[in-house]
């Protein structure tokens, strides 16, 4: 508690404990006093009042008049700093407090330091201390921002099945022996992997995956010791670094991917703020997570029944083939080489 404050607590026969007012915080930006329950305050006077049964004397304090500032309070009303009118009192004793303009929000870290910013709307980012459009964006006549128009769709979907080969012409999978996903025969140990590319825990169906979008990527499959009811739908996890790819129960754990079409009736799977490459030297192709965000892994993506007792499962071969999209790229024919 600052010094004089003391002195006055101490005048007023309390123990620090109970002053309504504490001065002794250690905040950044602008100082700040957190007030208890038992204060009074008089917006209209612009003073904060403590009075306690014990005692003849009331504590109180007001901004500095010669500042021009008013009393401004947190939201949950428990902090109280001097801000110029119109402003208000945006942070927390973990970050900082700061007085902040209408319109801004307190950003920023510990390490870069706290400051107020415009919070930006219309689907905009700060970026360079202004709200502009996010990459492949154009800004609308009304402000907003749009993605150009285009007749393509990537042809993958949320919530059917797919699964991947990769380079080497092998499904990928995950190996219960050694605990990640790679590309490799099929055998007792390694199972080929049924995914679904997923932009929510639920997995919400039928949304087009575009490659700005960032997806989760779920295997239904089991592994070669438990069923895929009791081991299955589990997420890719974030393994990185050249370590290898592996799976984990909680969705909150999982990799954040992104997909784009490539070759053609190829696509290429990356990450949506890292790459995707290769992982460490191996004998059998798996993938990891790099520093690099433009870096992806070539694959095929193929789409295949969820459930194979699905009667619907009969009406799975009525497209013609010959688009390009997720199937077999000896008989994808694209318009253009």
Not at 132 to 143: F, H, I, Y
């Amino acid at each position: 508690m600052n010094y004089l404050l003391r002195i006055l607590v101490l005048s007023l026969g309390l123990p620090p404990a109970l002053g309504a007012i504490r001065r002794d915080l250690n905040s950044k930006n602008v100082q700040v006093a957190e007030i208890d329950k038992h204060a009074r305050i008089n917006e209209e006077k612009q003073e904060i009042l403590f009075e306690n049964r014990d005692s003849d004397f009331v504590d109180s304090m007001w901004c500095s008049k010669r500042s021009g500032k008013r009393l401004t309070f947190s939201a949950d009303r428990v902090f109280v700093a001097c801000c110029a009118p119109g402003q208000k009192l945006l942070g927390t004793l973990l970050t900082a407090f700061d007085c902040c303009d209408e319109g801004h929000d307190l950003v920023g870290s510990d390490k870069t330091g706290y400051r107020c910013s415009p919070v930006c709307s219309n689907g905009k980012t700060m970026m360079l201390g202004r709200c502009v459009c996010p990459p492949g964006m154009t800004e609308t006549a009304d402000g907003g921002c749009k993605w150009p128009s285009v007749d393509c769709d990537s042809g993958i979907t949320t919530g059917k099945c797919y699964i991947i080969k990769m380079e080497n012409g092998q499904t990928f999978g995950y190996d219960s022996e050694s605990l990640w996903y790679s590309a490799d025969d099929n055998s007792y140990h390694h199972r080929l992997g049924k995914f679904q590319f997923c932009k929510d825990e639920r997995c919400a169906t039928d949304l087009s995956v575009n490659p700005s979008d960032a997806i989760r990527i779920k295997d239904i499959q089991g592994t070669s010791a438990r069923t895929s009811e009791l081991q299955g739908n589990q997420w890719l996890n974030t393994a990185s670094s050249g370590k290898h790819i592996g799976r984990t129960q909680r969705y909150q754990d999982a990799g954040s991917f992104a997909i784009t079409k490539w070759s053609c009736g190829k696509y290429c799977l990356g990450g949506l703020q890292d790459g995707v490459s290769l992982a460490r030297t191996n004998n059998v192709p798996s993938i990891t997570f790099t520093d690099d965000e433009q870096t992806c892994t070539p694959v095929e993506i193929i789409h295949v029944p969820c459930d194979v007792r699905a009667v619907e499962n009969n009406c799975f071969w009525e497209k013609l083939p010959g688009t390009c999209g997720p199937g077999n790229s000896n008989s994808c024919h694209c318009p253009k080489a």
